[in-house]
Nanobody
Framework: QVQLVESGGGLVQPGGSLRLSCTAS????????MSWVRQAPGKGLEWVSTFKSGGGSTSYADSVEGRFTISRDNSKGTVSLQMNSLKPEDTAVYYCVPGANRALLLGGPYDSWGQGTQVTVSP
């Protein structure tokens, strides 16, 4: 099974920004529905955002609405998550995943999700 690869995480101060990217081991992503989920230290998985092709529909968790933006670059076959005004509570491992089935997403992580990318927001 092709493994997703996330990148772009790092350590930032509160109020800072990061841009996460996702690709399928260097190959274009084939799913027209992609989501981001995250797992904070000692916490369960939390759905963050979903991008749906066919009008470019996007949706966000209340906790990130207005601060995060999900997008897709079809020419590169990647999906990104622009994160602005980061807060300490955004600290988590972020995973890029296909689909938007909530029960399935929160049942992860799965090997196909890859290692995720660590985002740490701290002074």
């Amino acid at each position: 099974q092709v493994q997703l690869v996330e990148s772009g995480g790092g350590l930032v101060q509160p109020g800072g920004s990061l841009r996460l990217s996702c690709t399928a081991s260097g190959f274009p992503l084939s799913s027209d529905v992609m989501s981001w989920v995250r797992q904070a230290p000692g916490k369960g998985l939390e759905w963050v955002s979903t991008f749906k092709s066919g009008g470019g529909s996007t949706s966000y968790a209340d906790s990130v609405e207005g601060r995060f933006t999900i997008s897709r670059d079809n020419s590169k076959g990647t999906v990104s998550l622009q994160m602005n005004s980061l807060k300490p509570e955004d600290t988590a491992v972020y995973y890029c995943v296909p689909g938007a089935n909530r029960a399935l997403l929160l049942g992860g992580p799965y090997d196909s999700w890859g290692q995720g990318t660590q985002v740490t927001v701290s002074p």
